[in-house]
Each structure stands twice: as structure tokens, then as C-alpha cells.
T-cell receptor, first 117, second 113 residues
């Protein structure tokens, strides 16, 4: 079964509203999570690294005030798209590192399709 | 920024045939990973090959890595219709954390029954 849960899977919102996407690690603690976005038939672009208890690290060109990331607990990171516009319509995917026995493995959520009208 | 480039962008084959996808990258890497994505869905990790490895197998998958040419290939043998998906390579820069990945544009594989 899924080890990283992402919610919602699909959201449609009006331009100007804010949308929150949740990424949860199931059955493990994730001090670090990652957020990606993907345009149709395009690659995934790393947006930011979400760090539990501290500020997220954003990739170059990603607006921090536009894409708010909060990693308040060891199992939950949220991405809020503020004042969404049609150009923010995209597929957003999170991932989390599960560490066990000195071995790390990366798991991805199932993604959130955001459509801004 | 985007790192890998897959080739071809689209591949269409019959069931039972082998599918080969190639990936090139630009920087020094810690490892290279291949992922599969069904349309509009999340990613499934297929295989990871470390920079000091040259070849790796997992079931019907065979991955090669040539760090001198900064390229990798993914071979799917005896393909099935269920293998239809997009395949991405992703690299982790040397010294970077596991999850900071740079993905290629992907190869859309279609396997006809």
C-alpha cells in the first residue's frame, strides 16, 4: 500500500483563492519532504525541500510567497498555493524519505491535479 | 533545473518486444534512478543505480550507467501492455540529499497487445 498519502487528488478553484495540498508519511516519520510540479507531458520540476521544524528551502525561480510550505510535524507537510491563477494549474507531487536500518528510500505521493479557473 | 534528457520522447512497440530508453545528464551524480508514471498519477520507483555501478537488474528491467558519457539506459524485456506508461530518469547530484532529484522529460512508452 501507499506509504505517502497526498490529498486532495484533484482540486478545482477560482482564480484568486488559495489551495492547500497535504502530504503525509504513513507509518514513518519524515524530517524531509519534497515538492514537485509537473506540467502536462512535461518533466517534474523540484520546487522546494520541506524541513520539519524549519523553513523550507526553495529552488531558484520558485516564489516563496506564492507557494507556502509548512512542515509542522514529522508526518505532514503542506503546500499552499496562494492567490492561485490559471498559470498555477499543474500536477503537484510530494515525496518523503523513509530511513530504516541505515538505508534510505524515497516514496512519492499520488499527486494533486490543480485546475485554476 | 532540469537535468536529464530522455530519448526517445515516445516509443510504441508490440507486446513481447523489448523497449530501450536512454537518458543523458549533465553534472556529477551520486546516483541515477528510473521512475514510472501512469497518466495523471504519482511516481513509482523502479530502480536506482549508484555512480560506481555500471549495470543493474531487477526482474525484467536492466539499467546501465556510463558516467564517462553521462548516460544511462533502461531496458524492459518482454514488454506487456501493462508496461504502458511514462518513464523518467532522475539524478541526484553528488553530495545532495536523496530526495533532491532532477528529472528528465520522460519517454512515453506504449505497448500494444
Amino acid at each position: 500500500g501507499a506509504v505517502v498519502s497526498q490529498h486532495p487528488s484533484r482540486v478545482i478553484c477560482k482564480s484568486g483563492t488559495s489551495v492547500k495540498i497535504e502530504c503525509r508519511s504513513l507509518d514513518f516519520q519524515a524530517t524531509t519532504m519534497f515538492w514537485y510540479r509537473q506540467f502536462p507531458k512535461k518533466s517534474l520540476m523540484l520546487m522546494a525541500t520541506s524541513n520539519e521544524g524549519s523553513k523550507a528551502t526553495y529552488e531558484q525561480g520558485v516564489e516563496k510567497d506564492k507557494f507556502l510550505i509548512n512542515h509542522a510535524s514529522l508526518t505532514l507537510s503542506t503546500l499552499t498555493v496562494t492567490s492561485a491563477h490559471p498559470e498555477d494549474s499543474s500536477f503537484y507531487i510530494c515525496s518523503a524519505i523513509r530511513a530504516a536500518g541505515g538505508y534510505e528510500k524515497l516514496f512519492f505521493g499520488s499527486g494533486t491535479q490543480l485546475s485554476v479557473l | 533545473s532540469q537535468q536529464g534528457e530522455e530519448d526517445p520522447q515516445a516509443l510504441s512497440i508490440q507486446e513481447g518486444e523489448n523497449a530501450t530508453m536512454n537518458c543523458s545528464y549533465k553534472t556529477s551524480i551520486n546516483n541515477l534512478q528510473w521512475y514510472r508514471q501512469n497518466s495523471g498519477r504519482g511516481l513509482v520507483h523502479l530502480i536506482l543505480i549508484r555512480s560506481n555501478e555500471r549495470e543493474k537488474h531487477s526482474g525484467r528491467l536492466r539499467v546501465t550507467l556510463d558516467t564517462s558519457k553521462k548516460s544511462s539506459s533502461l531496458l524492459i524485456t518482454a514488454s506487456r501492455a501493462a508496461d504502458t506508461a511514462s518513464y523518467f530518469c532522475a539524478t541526484a547530484d553528488r553530495g545532495s540529499t536523496l530526495g533532491r532529484l532532477y528529472f528528465g522529460r520522460g519517454t512515453q512508452l506504449t505497448v500494444w497487445p
